[in-house]
C-alpha cells in the first residue's frame, strides 16, 4: 500500500521539505498520450517541463508536488495541433494549479460553509487556499439538470434586511429544491414554469403573482393554496381578534385596580373596512394602548418599575420609556432603512470592555445622537456576541422576592396576542396542563372568543384530515358569527376558493411546508443579500 494515492503513470523520484511543506518529486512515465485535437496517441517528446501543483494535505503535513511532465508532438498529417502538452487527466487538467480532488474538497467546504468560513477552516486543515478560489469553486459545480416535474410549490423568502425577496421552487414529490430565483415577481416565475409544461400542480400562497403565472404559462395544471399560508392568515385574522379581547381585558383589570382617568379618547374604533393587515396592526395598537394604561395604573399604586415590566409583560426599558413620556407612544411607521451600522464599531468596542450592560450601552448611544431603540441594540449584540447572550444580553429581572410578592396580589398577567394565537391553532391534545389552564382562560374573555376558537379548531381539523368538503359549511359557518376579523380571512378563501379547496383536499399540497422550512433556514442564516444572488443559489441548490 503506497503512502501517496497517485495514479500508476506517476512516478516518485524525491521527498524534500520546503517552506514547512512536503514536496513529492513526480516523473510522469506514461509511453504516449492522446492528442487533445484529433485523439491520435503521440509518443514522440517534443520537450519536457515541470508543473508546481498543490495537493491534499497528507498526516498534517502540507502536501506539494514538483511534476515532470512533457510535451508530445501529433504526428497526425490533418491534425491542426502540432504539439500538446500531455494529458494526465482525471488527477490533474491541464492548467491547474491543484490536484482535482484538492479542488473538489475545497468546492465540498465552499458549499458547506459559504466562503469567509471555508478559508478558516482550510486553514487549519492545512489546505493551501484562498477566499476567491473558493468562491470560484462553488461557482464552478454545475446545477444537476431539472428533468420533468410534475409537482411543484412555489414560495417566496426574503433576503437579508427583508427588503427584497427571492423564489424558492421545489419538487413536492423528492423535496428537493429545484430552483432559487432572484425575485418574486410573476414574469420571473412565469419564465421557469414556461420551460416545464409537464406541470401538473402549483402548490403556492395566497399572493396573486404566482397564481396569476400559473394560469398564464400552465393553465392546465391545478393550484393549491399551500396549507402553511392558509394557517399563517387564519392565524393573522385571529391575532387580531385575540389582541382585541386581550387590550380590552387589560382595560377592566387597569380599571378594576382605581387607576387614574386614563386618555380613553385614544382608544380607536376599528375601521368599518379591514383588510386582515389593518384589523391586525389595530389590534396590535389597542394591545400596547391596554398595556400602557396598565402600566400606568401600577405606577400609581406605587409599584417599581421592575415589578410592572414583570407584571405587563414586557421589558424593563421600554416601560421606563413609555412612562417617562408621559403619554401614549404612538408606533411610528418602521423606518425600514434602520440600522444600527455607523455606530457599530463603537458598539463593539464597549461592548468588548464588558463593564457595561446593554441598556448603559443604549443610553450612551442615544446621549450621542442615535435614534433607535434598545431592543435593536439588544438584538445587534446578542448577534455578534452570541455566547455572550445569556450572560449579559438578558433584560435585568426583579429578585425572585419581589416577584412573588406581585404574584400574590395581582391576577396571573394575560399572555400575548401572539402567544394566543399559537394555542389556539395546536390540537388540544397536544397541549400541556398549565397551556390548557391559559387556553380556558383565555376562551373564557369572550363569548366572541371561545366561538373563535371553535371556528380555527374545526378549519385546522379540515386541513389534518384533508377534508376540503367541508370548507363551505365552515365558511357559512364564520360568517353567521359576525367575528369580524375572520370575515376578512373569509373575503380572501373565497377569491381563492378552488385553489384552497385543492389544498385542504389534495395530498401533495403539504409537502412544501416540511421541506421548504430548512432550506429557508439555511438561507437565512447565510444572510446573504440580493447582490450575492448567485453564491446563494449555488449554496441552496447544492446544499448538503
Ligand atoms: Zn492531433
Known amino acids: 500500500m503506497p503512502l501517496l494515492a ?61 511534476l515532470s511532465v512533457r510535451k508530445f508532438f501529433c ?49 487549519r486543515l492545512g489546505i493551501q487556499t484562498s477566499l476567491h478560489t473558493i468562491l470560484r469553486r462553488i461557482m464552478a459545480k454545475p446545477p444537476e439538470p431539472v428533468g420533468a416535474v410534475s409537482q411543484i410549490g412555489i414560495d417566496d423568502f426574503s433576503f437579508r434586511r427583508g427588503r427584497t425577496f427571492g423564489t424558492l421552487i421545489m419538487d413536492l414529490q423528492t423535496r428537493k429544491v429545484l430552483d432559487v430565483l432572484p425575485d418574486r415577481t410573476a414574469d420571473t416565475s412565469a419564465a421557469w414554469m414556461a420551460a416545464h409544461p409537464e406541470i401538473e400542480l402549483v402548490s403556492r400562497d395566497r399572493g ?48 378594576t385596580a382605581k387607576a387614574v382617568p386614563i386618555q380613553t379618547s385614544q382608544a380607536g374604533e376599528l375601521p368599518k373596512v379591514f383588510p386582515t393587515s389593518v384589523a391586525l396592526s389595530w389590534a396590535k395598537r389597542e394591545q400596547r394602548l391596554a398595556q400602557y394604561q396598565q402600566m400606568v395604573a401600577l405606577r400609581e399604586q406605587g409599584f417599581s418599575q421592575p415589578a410592572i415590566a414583570e407584571q405587563v ?56 445622537g442615535y435614534s433607535h431603540q434598545y431592543n435593536f441594540v439588544y438584538r445587534q449584540l446578542a448577534r455578534s456576541f452570541p455566547e455572550e447572550r445569556q450572560k449579559r444580553c438578558t433584560r435585568s429581572l426583579p429578585e425572585g422576592q419581589k416577584k412573588q410578592e406581585i404574584s ?14 399559537f394555542l389556539f391553532l395546536r390540537g388540544p391534545e397536544g397541549l400541556e396542563t398549565k397551556e390548557q389552564e391559559t387556553l380556558m382562560l383565555l376562551r373564557s374573555l369572550h363569548p366572541e372568543v371561545d366561538q373563535a376558537y371553535e371556528l380555527v ?88
Not at 461592548?351 to 443610553?363: D, I, P, Q
Request: glycine share 8%; hydrophobic share 40%.
Open 408 to 421: 400574590k396580589q395581582l391576577p396571573r398577567p394575560p399572555v400575548l396576542a401572539r402567544q394566543a394565537m
Open 6 to 66: 497517485l495514479p500508476s503513470s506517476l512516478e516518485i523520484t524525491a521527498y524534500s521539505h520546503q517552506e514547512g511543506r512536503l514536496c513529492v518529486s513526480l516523473l510522469s512515465t506514461q509511453p504516449s498520450s492522446y492528442c487533445p485535437l484529433c485523439g491520435t496517441a503521440a509518443a514522440r517528446i517534443h520537450s519536457h517541463y515541470q508543473r508546481r501543483l498543490a495537493d491534499l494535505p497528507t498526516a498534517g503535513q502540507p502536501v506539494c508536488f514538483l
Open 457 to 544: 379548531q374545526q378549519f385546522a381539523h379540515m386541513l389534518r384530515t384533508r377534508t376540503g368538503e367541508r370548507l363551505d359549511d365552515w365558511l357559512g359557518k364564520v360568517k353567521e358569527s359576525r367575528i369580524r376579523e375572520l370575515q376578512g380571512f373569509v373575503v380572501g378563501v373565497i377569491q381563492d376558493k378552488a385553489a384552497v379547496v385543492a389544498g385542504l383536499t389534495l395530498l401533495q399540497s403539504n409537502g412544501l411546508v416540511e421541506g421548504k422550512v430548512n432550506k429557508l433556514k439555511l438561507i437565512k442564516r447565510m444572510g446573504y443579500g440580493r447582490a450575492n444572488f448567485p453564491l446563494l443559489r449555488q449554496r441552496v441548490l447544492h446544499a448538503l
Open 313 to 368: 409583560g414586557i421589558g424593563h426599558a421600554t416601560v421606563s420609556r413609555w412612562l417617562k413620556n408621559g403619554t401614549f407612544p404612538e408606533q411610528k411607521p418602521r423606518s425600514r432603512s434602520a440600522s444600527v451600522d455607523p455606530y457599530l464599531p463603537q458598539l463593539v468596542e464597549r461592548w468588548k470592555e464588558g463593564l457595561s450592560t446593554v441598556a448603559e450601552l443604549h443610553r450612551e448611544l442615544v446621549a450621542d
Open 75 to 123: 504526428d497526425e498529417s490533418t491534425c491542426l495541433r502540432k504539439i500538446f502538452t500531455e494529458r494526465l487527466a482525471p488527477f490533474v487538467t491541464p492548467s491547474a494549479r491543484g490536484t482535482q480532488r484538492l479542488l473538489q474538497i475545497v468546492q465540498v467546504i465552499g458549499l458547506a460553509t459559504g466562503g469567509r468560513l471555508g478559508v478558516r477552516v482550510t486553514d
Open 208 to 255: 396573486g403573482d404566482y397564481a396569476s403565472a400559473a394560469r398564464k404559462v400552465v393553465p392546465e395544471a391545478t393550484q393549491t393554496a399551500d396549507r402553511f399560508h392558509l394557517l399563517k392568515n387564519l392565524g393573522e385574522a385571529l391575532e387580531g381578534l385575540l389582541a382585541r379581547h386581550l387590550a380590552a381585558h387589560r382595560k377592566r383589570q387597569a380599571e
